[in-house]
């Protein structure tokens, strides 16, 4: 039975790019204070206090472990609850995240008050190397250890916020943290003379002023998400820290990684130059690296969805759109960033010898990105259908295992040039173990998505029991409605009940499409899809219009006439199940009747 009326492309798409552009804001947040102030100090305190800073920049990566932890573990187990229609348990984990927030952020201020030194050298750094380094890499975390509370506090709300249709205040309040981080670098430089400590102090000051923009949100009585001593779920931290492992081995990984090529570098290293140029890597690598793990996320948490629904045909439209935006985005990217690559170490410094060894590190990262956004969507995919085993262990052979090996036979081999393109290596040694691995599992190249996926044959039911259908108009409402009710009696269910839902599928689509009219949207287009089980069968639309509660309009009118709405009418009486929410800017109806 053909089922396509129309284009295949369209809400799941818009959805994802949407969501996905947040999501790398998100990201680029976290980070770009961390960029700024690599830029503005290398220009202007030399790149000595530079050095000093970038020798930081592991600790950035012992935050973001337990934060990862956190705020993935956070954003699965609310997408999951927000697709079963658990508004009050989504908002109790919620409200559970940022309770463990604030806990990390005290544990980590104070380490960084009262163990500094213990800090460092658990971030690979060597304090006697380069001891010329030393006064501004404590001057700059001195300052720096201030902002961290509301940096770890934006990493939590700031998903919760786009997946509660907040994407622009959001991309504002990330407009306003580059502008005070920048401004405030400047006044350092000018006007007070703070050096390293002041630079750390810009960076802070920015967080704060992002996090007093987006906490208002979570007070409102009306909000979705609303900050509440007496609504912490504590029985959900077991749900949170499984779903946020693989994050967690991720981070930590990666920790490790940038801990012991920290090492490598300042081992190897003839100069100081070969320190900038890894330092210069790693601020933009960081920084450009936002983009796959901001498709992740956004991955990550729409396949929880879809997942939770057992709706293969939306998990692979989702997986393949992306897997193709993400390749044709990070491959633009990597292309301006190899031609380009001398202008941008050229914004940190015009000395020789650094400017050499960094646009040869900055061209090596570039031909990593592709690479590197294939697998984190393949790794953020396993993690949003639940196959925590083969997320985490591709996490440790991503971050750990592959680049450090790398690291250490091409160092070994080239000295601070082969520790520089390690980067770009272990990506495609990592896709072709990838490779290898499904070929091993399968016994045989894969042919279809779903053979990328990992998912169990039993998954989404039956193509017979599947009736997907995309409406557009009055004439795809009325086509839906007959396709309905022949699918219904093509499973051996009475004529009277095909009739019904055939009824209740045309009303509920005009009535979507009459609210988008009324507000003048147009090409609202709603993703049907029908599933018949051996005791149910189940409804399911999505649009992208203005938000639209089915669920009110059948409140509103269920004394009408009988006439009117009658199929609407009849299956709100006989459901086993109604779910209306709203997230990623869509509406979202699932209907449950006993077969």
């Not at 971030?123 to 201030?146: D, Q, R, T």
Request: aromatic share 10%.
């Amino acid at each position: 039975m053909k089922t396509k009326l129309r284009s295949t492309s369209g809400n799941i798409s818009t959805m994802f790019l949407s969501t996905a552009i947040a999501m790398i804001v998100t990201e680029i947040t976290g980070v770009i204070t961390v960029l700024i102030d690599g830029i503005i100090s290398s220009r202007f305190l030399g790149v000595e206090v530079f050095s000093g800073i970038s020798l930081l920049k592991p600790f950035s990566g012992i935050v973001s472990v337990f934060t990862s932890l956190i705020a993935t573990g956070c954003n699965i187990v609310c997408s999951r609850l927000i697709g079963l229609g658990k508004k009050e348990e989504t908002n109790q984990a919620f409200n559970l995240s940022f309770l463990m927030a604030i806990l990390l952020a005290g544990l980590l201020t104070a380490a960084c008050l009262f163990i500094p030194t213990t800090l460092l050298h658990l971030c690979g750094v060597s304090l006697n190397k380069y001891p010329e380094l030393n006064p501004y890499l404590f001057a700059y975390l001195h300052g720096y250890m201030i902002g961290i509370p509301f940096m770890i506090l934006i990493q939590i709300i700031s998903p919760v916020l786009v997946m509660n249709n907040g994407k622009r205040l959001f991309t504002v309040s990330s407009l306003v943290l580059c502008i005070t981080d920048i401004l405030s670098n400047l006044l350092n430089i000018f006007v007070f003379h703070g050096g390293a400590f002041g630079i750390g102090i810009a960076s802070s000051l920015s967080y704060l002023t992002q996090f007093l923009i987006l906490l208002p949100c979570f007070l409102r009585k009306d909000s979705f998400f609303r900050l509440s001593p007496k609504a912490i779920g504590f029985h959900q931290v077991k749900d949170i820290v499984r779903y946020g492992s693989p994050a967690l081995i991720k981070r930590t990984a990666g920790t490790l990684r940038d801990i012991l090529i920290n090492y490598i570098n300042i081992t190897i290293a003839f100069s100081s130059a070969a320190i900038a140029a890894r330092g210069i890597q790693n601020d933009l690598l960081v920084f450009f690296f936002c983009v796959p793990s901001g498709l992740g996320r956004t991955l990550i948490t729409m396949t929880g969805i879809y997942h939770g629904a057992n709706d293969l045909q939306g998990l692979k439209r989702l997986y393949s759109y992306a897997i193709r935006l993400g390749v044709t985005i990070a491959g633009s990217i990597a292309t301006v960033v190899f031609a380009f690559a001398p202008s941008l170490v050229g914004l940190y410094t015009s000395e020789p010898e650094v400017l050499s060894l960094a646009v040869f590190s900055i061209r090596c990262m570039s031909v990593a990105l592709v690479f590197d956004t294939i697998a984190v969507l393949i790794q953020h995919f396993l993690q949003g259908i639940g196959d925590l085993r083969r997320a985490n262990l591709l996490s440790f052979f991503e971050r750990f295992i592959v680049p450090v090996s790398c690291a250490i036979l091409l160092s070994m081999a080239y000295g601070s040039k082969g520790l520089l393109s390690s980067v770009a290596l272990s990506k495609l040694i990592l896709l072709l173990l990838i490779f290898l691995a499904n070929f091993l599992y399968y016994k045989k190249l894969p042919r279809t998505w779903k053979q990328l996926m990992f998912l169990p044959d039993e998954f989404g039911g039956s193509p017979t029991d599947n009736l997907y259908v995309r409406i557009g108009n009055v004439d795809d409402a009325i086509k839906a409605s007959a396709m309905t009710q022949q699918f219904i009696l093509d499973h051996q269910i009475d004529r009277k009940k095909a009739m019904l839902t055939g009824l209740f599928v045309e009303e509920m689509a005009m009535n979507v499409l009459d609210h988008a009219k009324k507000k003048k949207t147009d090409d609202i287009v709603i993703d049907f899809r029908l599933l018949i089980s051996d005791t149910a069968i189940c409804f399911s639309m999505t649009d992208l219009g203005d938000l639209f509660d089915p669920t009110s309009f059948y409140e509103l009118h269920r004394y009408d006439s009988p006439e009117e709405h009658i199929g609407i009418r009849m299956v709100m009486n006989t459901a086993k199940e109604v779910r209306y929410f709203s997230t990623f800017s869509s509406n979202n109806l699932i209907v449950s009747i006993d077969r």
